[in-house]
């Protein structure tokens, strides 16, 4: 409800997430659950950052809400981990925790942390996050995808490689999957390209 008296209906998620949860505090907890599994997404909870970093080894989720002080591994050292594995698609690490400001929260965001969630919980800054959280992911997905696209040339096939260097797309893959290339003729060009050939040198023989 804003100051007009309005209310605002939170609405169910676009899309389902599997989103992992490491808080320690039961009732937190509990919260988190709920509300997330309201909005219509899948939620793995685990009671420390111990447990939550096996389970991200397990099953890497796209997104994580994690408690700041938790016994074993805490949220900082938690996030720090994920960090450590870029070959993961990206995760998007929310902190829990009271009133961050000043170096508590320069040292979170050295870490690696993306936002933040203040207790106590409420249903709207949840939504909130989540949103802007499937926002970003949106867009790693856009530019994974745009990175991925593989530059040939038109015409002579060859492939763009890093500064700007062509390269033969046979010796392109070989490089990066040791997978022997051998060539071939497939019908379409053996009608348009080879048969013609055979049939003019079959005429320059008579």
Same mark, same amino acid.
């Given at each position: 409800?804003? @100051?007009?008296?309005?209310?605002?209906?939170? /609405?169910?998620?676009?899309?389902? #997430?599997?989103?992992?949860?490491?808080?320690?505090?039961?009732?937190?907890?509990?919260? *988190?659950?709920?509300?997330?599994?309201?909005?219509?997404?899948?939620?793995?909870?685990?009671?420390?950052?111990? !447990?939550?970093? @096996?389970?991200?080894?397990?099953?890497?989720?796209?997104?994580?809400?994690?408690?700041?002080? #938790?016994? /074993?591994?805490?949220?900082? !050292?938690?996030?720090?981990?994920?960090? @450590?594995?870029?070959? *993961?698609?990206?995760?998007?690490?929310?902190?829990?925790?009271?009133?961050?400001?000043?170096?508590?929260?320069?040292?979170?965001?050295?870490?690696?942390?993306?936002?933040?969630?203040?207790?106590?919980?409420?249903?709207?800054? +949840?939504?909130?996050?989540?949103?802007?959280?499937?926002?970003?992911? *949106?867009?790693?997905? !856009?530019?994974?995808?745009?990175?991925? #696209?593989?530059?040939?040339c038109s015409?002579? /096939?060859?492939?763009?490689?890093?500064?700007?260097?062509?390269?033969?797309?046979?010796?392109? +893959?070989?490089?990066?999957?040791?997978?022997?290339?051998?060539h071939g003729?497939?019908?379409?060009?053996?009608? /348009?390209?080879?048969?013609?050939?055979?049939?003019?040198?079959?005429? *320059?023989?008579?």
């Amino acid at each position: 409800m804003d @100051s007009s008296g309005a209310t605002y209906v939170l /609405k169910p998620a676009t899309t389902r #997430m599997k989103i992992l949860i490491a808080e320690d505090e039961l009732i937190s907890s509990e919260i *988190l659950v709920n509300t997330l599994e309201d909005f219509g997404h899948e939620v793995t909870a685990c009671i420390n950052g111990e !447990e939550a970093w @096996s389970t991200y080894l397990a099953e890497p989720h796209r997104i994580i809400v994690s408690d700041w002080f #938790m016994p /074993k591994i805490d949220g900082l !050292e938690f996030c720090r981990r994920v960090r @450590s594995h870029p070959d *993961l698609n990206y995760t998007y690490f929310i902190l829990l925790t009271g009133n961050v400001q000043g170096d508590a929260y320069r040292q979170a965001m050295d870490a690696g942390v993306d936002d933040f969630l203040t207790k106590p919980l409420d249903h709207h800054q +949840i939504w909130v996050r989540l949103r802007v959280a499937q926002r970003i992911l *949106l867009h790693t997905q !856009e530019i994974s995808r745009l990175e991925d #696209m593989l530059p040939i040339c038109s015409y002579c /096939k060859k492939v763009r490689k890093e500064k700007g260097y062509w390269q033969q797309v046979e010796r392109y +893959i070989a490089e990066r999957t040791g997978t022997a290339i051998s060539h071939g003729v497939c019908p379409d060009c053996f009608e /348009k390209v080879v048969l013609p050939q055979i049939e003019q040198v079959e005429t *320059l023989k008579h």
